[in-house]
C-alpha cells in the first residue's frame, strides 16, 4: 500500500513563507508525477505545481515566481516552498502522486490527507 504524508500547514502572514513536505511511503517500483494541488473553501481543487519523472515542473499561473517545487527522489520526499503569501493562497493543500506500485503494476493515483495553510494577519 502506498501512502503519502503531508506536513507544514499553519498560519502565517501575508509575506510570510512557509515549506510543505510530503513523504511517500510503501511498496514503490517508480515515480511517475508528485506535486501539490489545493481546494480553498466553496472552489474546486485545482493544481498548484506538479513534478514529473522526467523532471518536468509546471506551475499554475497564479503561483508562479512564488513557489518552488523542491524534491528528493532518493528519499521520495517531495517540497514546496511557498514564499510571498496572500491571502487567495487559503487553502487546504493536498499532495498528489501517481506511482507504479511494486511488485510493478498498473499505475496507481495516490492522495494525502491535506494539510491546511491560512494567510491571514
Known amino acids: 500500500q502506498v501512502q503519502l504524508v503531508e506536513s507544514g500547514g499553519g498560519l502565517v502572514q501575508p509575506g510570510g513563507s512557509l515549506r510543505l513536505s510530503c513523504e511517500a511511503s510503501g511498496s514503490i517500483f517508480s515515480i511517475i508525477t508528485m506535486g501539490w494541488y489545493r481546494q480553498a473553501p466553496g472552489k474546486e481543487r485545482e493544481l498548484v505545481a506538479r513534478?514529473?519523472?522526467?523532471?518536468?515542473?509546471d506551475y499554475a499561473d497564479s503561483v508562479k515566481g512564488r513557489f518552488t517545487i523542491l524534491r528528493d527522489y532518493a528519499e521520495t520526499t517531495l517540497y514546496l516552498q511557498m514564499n510571498s503569501l496572500k491571502p487567495e493562497d487559503t487553502a487546504v493543500y493536498y499532495c498528489?502522486?501517481?506511482?507504479?506500485?511494486?511488485?510493478?503494476?498498473?499505475?496507481?493515483?495516490?492522495w494525502g490527507q491535506g494539510t491546511l495553510i491560512t494567510v491571514s494577519s
Open positions: 513534478r514529473t519523472r522526467g523532471g518536468n515542473i
Open positions: 498528489n502522486s501517481v506511482v507504479i506500485p511494486n511488485p510493478p503494476s498498473k499505475s496507481l493515483e495516490v
